[in-house]
């Protein structure tokens, strides 16, 4: 039998070196898989380049590695909760690939899929397609590294000509990845928002690293309720269902005690 187990998240993620290239699943501060995140920060990997939809808050999520100085690059959606990274970023500390979401979705489905590029509407007539958008500042207020123009082709759609533009798929070292549920042949099922981008980043990186709050035996979760075949994941560990979840914005009922 392939028993896929890892005794601790410190051990999963040993072989994680500097330099190396991450997709982290999470969606907002929804299933980040944070014993992992605190694993590779605690061994003191650094010079990363992460693709993630965001990058956690200050001291939550993927922020704390941030914090810690030790990603390079960010290749995100949404990164507007986040002071450092702000800053980093404006100083010319760190690098920003800004990704439209439903594109980096994709991205990241294809490169576990093993699609090469695929053409999309979205971006077309913008900075996106036409390149120019800042990657990189040199921390006076100037563009150091600006994205570059994009393939543009006109295809028929429902015979109507209409622009696409061409985005590579993404493949990374490794991911790093939270579901709810996991057995040891490493097949996955994640709950509510979790399910985001959880799923995508797992299948974009060679090396797949899951924690899962609960670890059943195989054949214990019915293949109708797989959300992620074990074929993607290679490493998985038990972190119990009392992991840390945080809340980002917490709001009650108006009127509510």
């Not at 123009?149 to 759609?157: G, I, L, N, P």
Request: proline share 5%.
């Amino acid at each position: 039998m392939i028993d896929k187990t890892w005794p601790s998240a410190a051990d999963a993620v040993a072989d994680i070196p500097d330099g190396a290239s991450l997709a982290v699943g999470g969606f907002g501060l929804s299933g980040n898989p944070i014993a992992l995140i605190e694993a590779v920060l605690a061994q003191g990997t650094g010079d990363l380049s992460v693709v993630s939809n965001n990058c956690g808050v200050d001291d939550w999520g993927l922020g704390i590695l941030l914090g810690a100085g030790r990603i390079r690059k960010m290749t995100s959606s949404y990164v507007g909760e986040n002071k450092e990274f702000e800053r980093q970023f404006l100083s010319g500390e760190l690098e920003l690939e800004l990704t439209p979401q439903g594109t980096l979705a994709e991205k990241l489905r294809a490169g576990g899929s093993g699609i090469a590029a695929f053409y999309t509407q979205t971006g077309v007539g913008t900075q996106v397609a036409e390149g120019g958008l800042p990657q990189r500042y040199d921390g006076a207020g100037g563009v150091a590294v600006a994205s570059p123009a994009k393939d543009v082709r006109v295809f028929d759609v429902n015979g109507q000509p209409r622009e696409f533009v061409l985005e590579e798929a993404i493949t990374t070292d490794f991911s790093l990845v939270h579901a709810w549920k996991g057995d040891r042949h490493g097949n996955l099922v994640f709950r509510k928002a979790a399910r985001a981008f959880n799923p995508l980043a797992a299948m974009a990186g060679r090396v797949c690293i899951a924690q899962v709050e609960h670890l059943l035996e195989p054949g214990e979760i019915d293949p109708d309720d797989v959300h992620l075949p074990g074929v993607f994941v290679h490493r998985i560990v038990e972190v119990g269902p009392d992991i840390p979840k945080r809340i980002e914005k917490r709001t009650v009922t108006e009127g509510a005690r």
